[in-house]
T-cell receptor, first 111, second 115 residues
């Protein structure tokens, strides 16, 4: 039962433009959401997070938006850079240690 | 630069063989996670340890998988006997508790292929 879904397996974007990654969840108990970035042959690394009491969190070029009523969150990367080419995982937790991950979106930034 | 280490990085084995994957958590971290990554399911939690005690192994097939922490510097995940459907990348993560949550740091993974 996939509680966190990333419906776009891949995304290609021109360098300098905006990348928008989407994530949907089904569990209304989720109250903390994270994005992880993964390069080939490496483990996922934490990128940015947001608590359910907020609807936006920004860190440099990365912004996460949360729409609780729609059970939807998105990650915006502006401007996209070649080093952003990676797999991005959306994850969520319901107040404890357990993270539910999406299947990932592969982002390719074209020069 | 403290990192989680995992060995082996790659393992190819035949069906029926035993597989042991090892993880060295970051020094000082009191929690260890084992995940399995597949194309369809993304990252699935297999097991969770806190202070070397297994607190959650509900994601693990009990008949063939086992996870242990012989000491604070070593976590192991064993599969016996292995099957082709076990082919995946297995990640170990360690972390420290922050209230109920755990900030997790992932290792590079072990890519397992069972033929």
């Amino acid at each position: 039962d996939q509680q966190v879904k990333q419906n776009s397996p891949s995304l290609s974007v021109q360098e300098g433009r905006i990348s928008i990654l989407n994530c949907d969840y089904t569990n209304s108990m989720f109250d903390y959401f994270l994005w992880y970035k993964k390069y080939p042959a490496e483990g996922p690394t934490f990128l940015i997070s947001i608590s359910s009491i907020k609807d936006k969190n920004e860190d440099g070029r990365f912004t996460v938006f949360l729409n609780k009523s729609a059970k939807h969150l998105s990650l915006h990367i502006v401007p996209s850079q070649p080093g952003d080419s990676a797999v991005y995982f959306c994850a969520a937790s319901a107040g404890d240690y357990k993270l539910s991950f999406g299947a990932g979106t592969t982002v390719t930034v074209r020069a | 630069d403290a990192r989680v280490t995992q060995t082996p990085r790659h393992k190819v084995t035949e069906m029926g063989q035993e597989v042991t994957m090892r993880c060295q958590p970051i020094l000082g971290h009191n929690t260890v996670f084992w995940y399995r990554q597949t194309m369809m399911q993304g990252l699935e939690l297999l097991a969770y340890f806190r202070n070397r005690a297994p607190l959650d192994d509900s994601g693990m097939p009990k008949d063939r998988f086992s996870a242990e922490m012989p000491d604070a510097t070593l976590a192991t995940l064993k599969i016996q006997p292995s099957e082709p459907r076990d082919s995946a990348v297995y990640f170990c993560a360690s972390g420290t508790t922050q209230g109920a949550r755990v900030e997790q740091y992932f290792g590079p993974g072990t890519r397992l292929t069972v033929t």
